[in-house]
């Protein structure tokens, strides 16, 4: 050995960690001044897109001592932002214009390597400047114990162009403004919320009267718009959503013998901050808000494990637990159309969750080895249920069956592999299941849908121990308690032509049972699902080339059962007044399901318990069951995650080293997933991918690399827009009027087949293509080997096209109701049929360009500059429907596409000692 | 006072501590594998648990075995003889218990007895062992010896009589001095040669000095190992050079020859992976960072091995570092590289979550490598608001959290497989949900129609295909906790 190898280093002596604290206190102080959030990254991979600290310089040609004792690095600077987006800061925090502090360093030490103490620390930390810091400490004795003290914050900033009226944003409960006008023009509507008020284009646009004469607004309407605008335009201010997630954890690795380790991890996790919920007022009328939702969390997980290995033998016992507590249980918030009406929201429960696993592994021989598996856990939430009398909307006027859910989940995990090699053979057997058995007690829960007060009366009201009072639109719901049971067994087969040709085959088998704890009829959309597998996969590296190909078939079949849904609604299972069996046994009895006969009107009208489920051959009556919305499914669709599928799988990479200074790669990966029994529903979902990486190592001194990626997934879906049979010729109009579209000539007609009109079919033809290029640059050794080069460009470039095909009615705004309603020409048509219109293409095409730097000073210090350019030009057609003035029921919250142009520069000192 | 002490403690460990655990993994186990078996059996299925003993009796001995037996009987009658959740056995299946106890007890003698005679085997055998190679060398030595007096004195022959025909009698000493010295400097040269092979792979780093003699600190970062785990010559585990790359001898002899394992990507003289991957099992196929799903994984399969992702000299590995370690990982995943530079996405870019936040790239219990059972527990693992349960559940969200997501980025936020209303209507197409959305239901929608333009009036807009869309009412769609919100609106 050299003598330079045996050289000491000197980290392990006190100097070291009182260095570091005075060093780190610097930081931190520093870090004080800097209002500003987030670091920078500078990039020196030869990934585009990932990033390294803006890291020190290292010197080459390190002596011996240089490269076995270890190094300190710290990094100080300063920079600035140059605009602030709350996109291009989402989760780096540089999200506002500032200038802010450049720190991170790297600290470390013990004892000397070749000493018998193995007495390490480590401690990091980077972006001390900024709201998005964190920190490490890591110490031990090698091979007894170490312990790791973490910190860290994550941001997710989401808008900063939120706009609401409410007050007490940062609580759980929400008002308005005590001058709030209710926005409603009844020019335009004389009952639903619609904010036409607030914009003077559309509140001074004309209508059409009862008389079909274009009309415009009253001075007193326009009075009413004005005051509407003076009293609720200013009430509308920003708040940012933006939410912060902090976490500190602690874990400890005792030692205590050679065959016995044992891991233990505490952390918790606290997020703050404020995000948008949607929240609905009146389920008629569909007035809803987006509400600024105040989010208080906190998460607490720990683990523990002993591990033990015997000779060949290998156990370990683990336990993994989680309490999530959410801090407000609940939000109430004041209707922007109804003065003086509140709505609730429950909040996400607290819940908590505990799991024991067990694992061992056993060598049977050199080559063979068998492990086993088994994890049970338990998970509870019993978070009292919200307070019917905490708003005055009238969702829960019959009380609750009880205060809390008592929910109660099992997981349970077997898992056994087998893996011999042999010969040119290498084998691998496994089997698995795994369950969720939801124990969560069921209940009847009565409630009304948002402001839609009782009516009528319920056919079960006052029977089957339901209270007496109960509206044709109560729902009486049964909760389900989900329930998935998984086997899954497989095998493959690798063969060895060579030391570098490998074929394998492969088998799996895997079966889903679902079902619902205590439910009533079986709830799963498919209650047994199996799925069968066939896999191979051939590579072979020969020279300066390695190629791959894989493929993978499976095929999916279930039995699916479209009437899974009533198991929400017990009342299927009850005789309705007047009729004389319930309507699970009428679907029974005449094969039907939920949607009722594949037909229009009857030839002669129903009679009996069909003229009481199924009247006009429609949809089975909703009150009938006791549920006031429409649940059913019709025959031929299916549930994608359930439904028949035949999958296809193959993926190819090539990798070409072509000269030492040269590497080509490339690679493809297609899925095809076809739902070929479905008729309706998500029928086919194709993704392809296809990459292509090439690069240049010109000399030791300057690398580039170059990559493009081009991403392609389709999904092809078709529904079914039904409407009521009806003998209905039209609404107000005498006469059978003319319709328009392909499918019929009169409203009658088209009325009498409302339920099979073919022109209701649609498709959608959802595609994503999205294409994504990188640079990478780095040079060396410049200006007499003391200036380094770097820099990245990332292209991104995605278009999302919702395309649709299909087509729609729409009323004549001249084919008026009402006795005063001009009658239309002769031949015009009272219903037009529009075709339908693909959605405008969504954008994000983003730029980043970031070069950087580095000035050597010494062998010890460099300087470091670097600049980071950012640009996001999106367009999103949801943000249109979000502005004030437009024709809809939800409060505007003048959100806007988040299109930035960022600069960010700064300049950092570095140190390496 | 402190030797009793060991005493206790290796009683504790010896009689209850270890036979404990072995008993009670393995019963266990049985028990879990059970549950979903019981369902297909009319009577209480009880094999596992003879399994369960067997191995207990035999990893553990007898007083594993006989743990076992007690925990396997207590547990078949709470949880598999009627009633359930009691220790009350009914009467039919009394008989049932009792022959259960006695075939176990049966099964954990004749179980222990196997491997404490297959033990004593062994032991004799490899005494044998030990006594067959002392005699060998014996025997080795002895005919060494004897070749040894054969040469010496074929030497005297050779050089007496040529001695007393040139010179005198001491200068015939001379001769066989030298003679002597030269059979002796022969025999060092072979002991050096020979020394490497016989000797066993040096595992301490004083061991590491061969190596460093020509693999010093000009030969790149090599001696940064040095600042690494592998590294610490105070950890008895410490591996030094021939732990990894074997023992060398060639490369010693040759510098021209390669090590035995090479782990160099752009070496020629690359070894096979199973090479590679074996050097590093050694130590950590079962250990604190247990290895134990890596045989059979995904990345094992497909010919990855750990110097593909690990640099082992590097005392800052890449794959170590949350900021630096997706660069690793897309070196093969492209694909998700480029998806990560999505407008929707996790804060991978910015090392706020890191690839091995959610994948066990060492393979796991979970699909597609997830470091959690299952997928929605590995999200739960972050997102713990969404675990529940919930008064009203949503069936797919309970399923798995990538039917609707797509947790490597997106072009729809948040991390959506595509936008609402397409996406809800890919399972629903009842009541509102059933309807056509276009883009003719956007703000200033107008159609042509054969009367000219007109308004589209009451299809446009609508809140359905707008805003956040079906979101915008039914916000809860992980699941709701009111009373009311079985649509997944409160």
């Known amino acids: ?118 007495w390490r620390w480590h401690f990091r930390g980077s972006s001390l400047g900024l709201e998005t810091r964190d920190g490490i400490l890591d110490f031990g004795k090698q091979g007894k114990f170490q312990f790791r003290f973490a910190y860290g914050t994550i941001l997710a900033n989401t808008s900063d162009s939120y706009q609401t009226p409410f007050l007490g944003v940062g609580t759980d409960t929400l008002t308005l403004p005590s001058n709030w006008i209710v926005p409603i023009l009844a020019q335009k509507s004389a009952t639903a919320l619609n904010y036409f008020g607030l914009n003077p284009v559309s509140a001074a646009g004309s209508v059409y009267n009862s008389h079909g004469v274009l009309t415009p607004p009253t001075p007193a309407q326009l009075d009413k718009m004005a005051a509407i605008r003076a009293a609720d335009l200013p009430a509308f201010r920003n708040v940012d959503l933006a939410l912060t997630r902090k976490r500190g954890e602690a874990q400890v690795l005792f030692t205590p013998t050679e065959t016995i380790d044992i891991p233990v991890g505490v952390s918790h996790e606290h997020k703050d901050g404020a995000r948008t919920v949607g929240g609905v007022n009146d389920q008629n009328t569909q007035d809803t808000a987006l509400l600024p939702y105040r989010v208080n969390w906190d998460t607490d997980q720990a683990s523990a494990a002993v591990n033990v290995k015997l000779n060949k033998l290998f156990l370990s016992f683990a336990y993994y637990g989680s309490h999530f507590r959410n801090n407000t249980e609940h939000m109430i918030w004041a209707d922007p159309a109804v003065l003086g009406l509140t709505s609730a929201l429950a909040e996400e429960p607290s819940n908590q969750f505990h799991q024991f696993t067990a694992t061992g592994s056993y060598k049977l021989s050199r080559d063979a080895k068998l492990v086993v598996v088994g994890s049970i856990g338990r998970g509870t939430q019993n978070q009292a249920f919200i307070n019917p009398s905490l708003s005055n909307e009238g969702a829960l006027p019959f009380g609750l069956p009880r205060s809390s859910l008592q929910g109660l989940v099992y997981t349970g995990l077997g898992s056994g592999k087998f893996t011999l090699k042999h010969g040119k053979w290498d084998l691998v057997a496994d089997a698995r299941f795994d369950e969720r058995d939801n124990q969560t007690p069921l209940g009847i829960f009565l409630f009304q849908d948002d402001a839609s007060p009782k009516t009528g009366t319920s056919p079960f009201s006052g029977l089957y121990g339901l209270p007496t009072g109960l509206g044709t639109n109560t729902n009486i719901y049964n909760n389900r308690s989900l329930s998935k049971l998984s086997y899954k067994a497989g095998g493959e087969a690798e063969y060895s032509f060579s030391k570098s040709e490998h074929l394998m085959l492969g088998y799996g088998w895997d079966q889903v049972d679902r079902h619902c704890s205590y439910s009533w009829i079986t709830c799963a959309d498919a209650k047994q699902v199996s799925e069968n597998t066939f896999r191979t996969e051939w590579r072979k590296s020969k020279g300066a080339l390695t190629a791959r190909v894989e493929y993978a078939f499976s095929e999916r079949r279930g039995d699916y059962n479209e009437n899974a849904f009533l198991a929400e609604t017990p009342m299927a299972n009850q005789v309705p007044k007047g009729a004389s069996m319930s309507v699970y046994s009428f679907l029974k009895s005449t094969g039907l399901t939920g949607f009722g006969p594949v037909a229009g009107l009857p030839g002669t009208p129903l009679t009996g318990d069909a003229a009481i489920f199924t009247p006009n051959n429609n949809v089975v009556a909703q009150a009938q069951y006791g549920t006031r919305n429409i649940l059913n499914e019709i025959p031929g669709f299916r549930k994608y995650y359930v439904a028949d599928r035949n999958r296809n799988d193959a993926r190819t990479q090539l990798l070409w080293l072509a000269k030492d200074k040269v590497a080509i790669q490339g690679s493809g990966e297609l899925s095809d997933d076809d739902y070929l029994n479905t008729k309706l529903g998500l029928k086919r979902r194709t993704w392809w991918a296809a990459t292509m990486d090439v690069s240049y190592t010109a000399s030791e001194d300057l690398v580039a690399d170059v990559f493009y990626t081009y991403d392609n997934q389709r ?60 640079l990478t640059l780095r040079r060396k050794n410049l200006a007499g080997n003391k200036l380094e080069l770097a820099g990245e460009v990332v292209y991104t470039r995605g278009r999302t096209e919702n395309a649709v095909v299909g087509g729609s009615y729409v009323n004549n705004p001249l084919a008026l109701a009402g006795p005063a309603a001009p009658p239309l020409p002769a031949g015009t048509q009272a219903i037009f049929f529009i075709p339908a219109q693909n959605f405008p293409v969504v954008r994000n095409d983003e730029l980043s360009v970031k070069p950087s730097a580095t000035y050597v000073i010494t062998r010890s210090a460099s300087l470091q500059g670097f600049y980071w350019f950012q640009r996001l030009t999106p367009t999103d057609w949801r943000y249109q429907a979000l502005q004030v003035g437009n024709k809809l029921n939800f409060t505007p919250t003048n959100e806007t596409v988040p299109s930035y142009q960022v600069h960010v520069g700064g300049l950092s000192l570095n140190w390496v000692f | 006072m402190a030797e009793s002490h060991s005493l206790v403690s290796v009683w504790i460990v010896g009689f209850v501590a270890k036979p404990l655990g072995i008993s009670g993994f393995f019963v266990l186990l049985a028990l879990l594998w059970t549950f979903p078996l019981q369902r297909f059996m009319a009577y209480p299925f009880v094999f596992l648990f003879f399994a369960a003993i067997m191995c207990s009796a035999w990893f553990g001995g007898y007083i594993a075995g006989l743990m076992a037996v007690v925990m396997s009987s207590i547990l078949i009658t709470f949880f598999f003889v009627p009633p359930y959740y009691s220790m009350t056995i009914g009467r039919e299946f009394q008989s049932y218990v009792a022959a259960f106890v006695i075939c176990a007890i049966a099964v954990m003698a004749l179980s222990s007895a196997r491997k404490k005679s297959e033990t004593a085997i062994r032991a004799s055998r490899d005494e044998l062992e030990i006594r067959v190679n002392e005699r060998t060398a014996e025997l080795r030595h002895s005919n060494q010896e004897i070749l040894e007096r054969e040469r010496q004195l074929m030497l005297l022959t050779e050089a007496i009589p040529q001695q007393i025909w040139r010179s005198s009698v001491i200068v015939a000493l001379v001769v066989l001095c030298a003679g002597t010295r030269s059979f002796a400097q022969n025999e060092t040269f072979a002991a050096n040669k020979k020394s490497p092979a016989v000797a066993g792979v040096d595992r301490s780093l004083d061991g590491d000095k061969k190596c460093t003699l020509c693999h010093n600190e000009s030969s790149g970062h090599v001696l940064s ?266």
């Open chain 1, 1 to 118: 050995m050299k003598p330079g190898n045996t050289r000491r280093f000197s980290a392990g002596s006190m100097k070291a960690p009182v260095l570091t604290s005075i060093l780190s206190a610097i930081l931190m102080a520093l870090s004080a001044f800097a209002a500003a959030q987030t670091v920078p990254q500078n990039t020196t991979g030869r990934n585009p897109g990932t990033q390294v600290p803006p890291g020190p310089y290292i010197p080459e040609g390190l002596t011996a001592a240089e490269q076995t004792r270890p190094h300190n690095r710290s990094q100080i600077g300063v920079a600035g932002v140059s605009s602030p987006s709350f996109k291009f800061g989402e989760y780096n925090g540089l999200n506002k214009f500032h200038v802010f502090a450049v720190g991170n360093f790297d600290f470390s030490g013990g004892a000397l390597y070749d000493s018998n103490d193995t």
């Open chain 1, 715 to 774: 999904l092809y879906a078709t529904g079914d827009a039904f409407a009521s049979n009806t003998t209905a010729k039209f609404q107000g109009q005498a006469g059978n009027t003319v319709l328009g579209g392909p499918c019929f000539t009169t409203v009658a007609d088209r009325n009498a087949s409302a339920k099979i009109d073919p022109c209701l079919n649609w498709t959608h033809n959802d595609r994503d293509k999205i294409d994504t290029a990188g």
């Open chain 2, 225 to 490: 190992i040095y600042q690494t785990k592998h590294g610490v010559k105070g950890d008895s585990r410490t591996p030094g050079c021939q732990g990894c790359h074997g023992e060398s001898v060639k490369h010693q002899e040759n510098p021209s020859e390669s090590p035995e394992i090479v782990f160099g990507a752009k070496s020629k003289q690359l070894s096979s992976t199973e090479a590679r991957s074996s050097a590093c099992l050694s130590c950590h196929e079962s250990s604190v960072h247990a290895r134990t799903y890596w045989l059979g994984s995904a990345h094992e399969k497909q010919g990855v091995t750990c110097t593909d992702c690990h640099e082992m000299h590097n005392p800052e590995q890449k794959v170590l570092n949350k900021l630096t370690q997706p660069e690793v990982c897309f070196q093969c995943h492209q694909n998700e590289r480029a998806q990560f530079h999505r407008f929707s996405r996790h804060p991978i870019l910015e090392g706020k979550v890191t690839c091995s936040d959610c994948h066990n790239p060492h393979g796991s219990t979970g699909p597609r490598l997830m470091v959690k059972n299952t997928i929605t527990e590995t999200c739960y693992t972050c997102h713990a608001e969404k675990r529940g349960p919930f008064l009203w559940e949503h069936a797919p969200v309970v399923e798995d959290c990538t039917n609707c997501h797509s947790p490597h980025g997106s072009n729809v936020t948040p991390l959506l497989k595509t936008r609402a209303p397409m996406l809800c209507q890919e399972c629903h197409t009842s009541d509102h949900a059933k309807g056509l959305y276009s883009g003719a239901n956007l703000p200033g929608g107008t159609f042509v129609t054969g009367n000219g333009t007109i308004p589209a009036g009451g299809q446009s807009p609508t809140d359905q295909a707008n805003g956040r869309s079906c979101l915008q009412c039914h916000s809860q769609i992980h699941g709701s906790n009111h009373p009311g919100g079985a649509k997944y609106n409160r």
